[in-house]
């Protein structure tokens, strides 16, 4: 099983502005409700504590059931992305994830919190092996950078809305309407998908027909590429850096540099804002594929030097968020070159079963690394923090071009 540079086999030839920007909107509106539904729960997490009784541990692990079901689930759903087609996987996907929120919005106790964590997982799944697929196949080559961008730019849009919404329907009302205009707002983007329906329309893929070892490829022969398992390692250790962005950086800066509370919860804000903007360039950077691990060589470069800045530098309060603008930025940039890193390791007719498997990494380390740097932050490690995140990021530089010369090598499929 070889791999090509360009997947001939999937790729659509171009098509008019509109149509590509239709399809690449409707994709970013769907990216930006998976992010939304990762954090239905944990902004209003004071308010359910005082609602079942329960400590933030026990809230914390309904996040963890989340995303170890959408990592078994994501792999499991490329399959059926090839095997059917994106688009009734994607309604499933917003149906269940609507269900989920109306399904949080009832519950009276924390097993029925538990049993709809695991149904919100179930549709978070779908969406990486669904979008990608649509993006690859459907989308023309020479707009791949720019649709890569928009689907970051939305998801990061999608983790700043929901605290936005949630949390002010939780004071003025309750954390019950708070959730059922969640659950509304998932509805009203599934109608819109359904309206448009017929954009989002792409044949299944042909069932692979059984052959001997000498002839063809399997369902699972993929797995025997390097370059997919590589691509693997590389999104758990973005899942690490990112997780440790998202949960405990703001407060482990803001207990070195004495940044104000104020501030310290406008970081992460900053941080995404600037990752949005970075996904902007990044779409532009990426028209030449082939560079695309340099881009995120440098990009996550300049990311690590700031985190090791703001870890171990002496600089007044007022940088702090500045720095996490910057650091976003430089992460943002390198986005859509990430995504291109698994589109150039793709064989063709697997995009669903390979990003099923891929972004499975993104679950995984976002379920593994809270507890870890969760750990630094009750010893008071909070330099350690700042250490921890730039090594990943520098983990990040070193299996990238690991990606690129995995690429370049045969599978024993093909041996």
Same mark, same amino acid.
């Given at each position: 099983?070889?791999?090509?540079? $360009?997947?001939?086999?999937?790729?659509?030839?171009? $098509?008019?502005?509109?149509?590509?920007?239709?399809?690449?909107?409707?994709?970013?509106?769907?990216?930006?409700?998976?992010?939304?539904?990762?954090?239905?729960?944990?902004?209003?997490?004071?308010?359910?504590?005082?609602?079942?009784?329960?400590?933030?541990?026990?809230?914390?692990?309904?996040?963890?059931?989340?995303?170890?079901?959408?990592?078994? $689930?994501?792999?499991?759903?490329?399959?059926?992305?090839?095997?059917?087609?994106?688009?009734?996987?994607?309604?499933?996907?917003?149906?269940?994830?609507?269900? +989920?929120?109306?399904?949080?919005?009832?519950?009276?106790?924390?097993?029925?919190?538990?049993?709809?964590?695991?149904?919100?997982?179930?549709?978070?799944?779908?969406?990486?092996?669904?979008?990608?697929?649509?993006?690859?196949?459907?989308?023309?080559?020479?707009?791949?950078?720019?649709?890569?961008?928009?689907?970051?730019?939305?998801?990061?849009?999608?983790?700043?809305?929901?605290?936005?919404?949630?949390?002010?329907?939780?004071?003025?009302?309750?954390?019950?309407? +708070?959730?059922?205009?969640?659950?509304?707002?998932?509805?009203?983007?599934?109608?819109?998908?359904?309206?448009?329906?017929?954009?989002?329309?792409?044949?299944?893929?042909?069932?692979?027909?059984?052959?001997?070892?000498?002839?063809?490829?399997?369902?699972?022969?993929?797995?025997?590429?390097?370059?997919?398992?590589?691509?693997?390692?590389?999104?758990?250790?973005?899942?690490?850096?990112?997780?440790?962005?998202?949960?405990?950086?703001?407060?482990?800066?803001?207990?070195?540099?004495?940044?104000?509370?104020?501030?310290? +919860?406008?970081?992460?804000?900053?941080?995404?804002?600037?990752?949005? +903007?970075?996904?902007?360039?990044?779409?532009?950077?990426?028209?030449?594929?082939?560079?695309?691990?340099?881009?995120?060589?440098?990009?996550?470069?300049?990311?690590?030097?700031?985190?090791?800045?703001?870890?171990?530098?002496?600089?007044?309060?007022?940088?702090?968020?500045?720095?996490?603008?910057?650091?976003?930025?430089?992460?943002?940039?390198?986005?859509?070159?990430?995504?291109?890193?698994?589109?150039?390791?793709?064989?063709?007719?697997?995009?669903?079963?390979?990003?099923?498997?891929?972004?499975?990494?993104?679950?995984?380390?976002?379920?593994?690394?809270?507890?870890?740097?969760?750990?630094?932050?009750?010893?008071?490690?909070?330099?350690?923090?700042?250490?921890?995140?730039a090594l990943t990021q520098g983990i990040l530089i070193a299996s990238a071009f690991n990606v690129r010369r995995a690429r370049k090598t045969v599978s024993p499929v093909a041996a």
């Amino acid at each position: 099983m070889s791999i090509s540079t $360009v997947d001939t086999a999937t790729t659509s030839p171009q $098509v008019p502005l509109k149509d590509d920007a239709t399809v690449i909107g409707l994709i970013g509106v769907a990216h930006l409700v998976s992010h939304y539904s990762q954090l239905l729960l944990a902004p209003l997490f004071p308010w359910l504590k005082t609602a079942f009784g329960v400590s933030y541990a026990e809230l914390g692990f309904l996040m963890t059931v989340f995303f170890v079901v959408s990592c078994a $689930v994501q792999t499991t759903s490329g399959f059926l992305v090839d095997r059917f087609g994106p688009r009734p996987i994607l309604f499933a996907g917003l149906a269940l994830l609507a269900g +989920a929120a109306f399904g949080f919005a009832s519950s009276t106790s924390y097993w029925m919190l538990m049993f709809f964590s695991v149904m919100a997982g179930v549709g978070n799944g779908v969406f990486h092996p669904v979008d990608y697929t649509l993006i690859n196949r459907k989308v023309s080559q020479v707009r791949l950078g720019h649709a890569y961008s928009v689907h970051g730019i939305t998801g990061s849009l999608g983790w700043a809305l929901a605290p936005a919404m949630l949390v002010p329907l939780a004071i003025a009302y309750s954390w019950r309407v +708070a959730l059922m205009a969640a659950g509304c707002l998932i509805l009203a983007v599934l109608a819109l998908l359904l309206i448009n329906r017929a954009r989002l329309y792409l044949p299944a893929l042909p069932a692979a027909k059984q052959q001997d070892s000498s002839q063809g490829e399997g369902h699972f022969d993929f797995l025997a590429i390097p370059a997919v398992w590589m691509c693997f390692g590389f999104f758990f250790f973005y899942a690490a850096a990112l997780s440790a962005v998202q949960t405990f950086a703001p407060t482990a800066a803001g207990q070195l540099h004495a940044v104000p509370a104020a501030w310290v +919860a406008m970081c992460l804000t900053i941080y995404m804002v600037g990752a949005a +903007a970075g996904m902007v360039l990044g779409g532009f950077l990426i028209a030449d594929p082939t560079r695309c691990e340099r881009i995120v060589g440098i990009g996550f470069g300049l990311a690590a030097c700031v985190a090791l800045l703001i870890g171990f530098g002496d600089f007044p309060a007022w940088l702090v968020p500045v720095l996490f603008g910057v650091m976003g930025f430089s992460t943002g940039s390198a986005g859509p070159s990430r995504d291109m890193l698994v589109k150039r390791s793709t064989p063709p007719n697997s995009t669903g079963r390979v990003y099923g498997v891929v972004y499975s990494g993104l679950d995984i380390g976002q379920a593994v690394m809270p507890l870890i740097f969760g750990a630094l932050m009750d010893r008071g490690q909070y330099r350690g923090v700042w250490l921890g995140l730039a090594l990943t990021q520098g983990i990040l530089i070193a299996s990238a071009f690991n990606v690129r010369r995995a690429r370049k090598t045969v599978s024993p499929v093909a041996a």
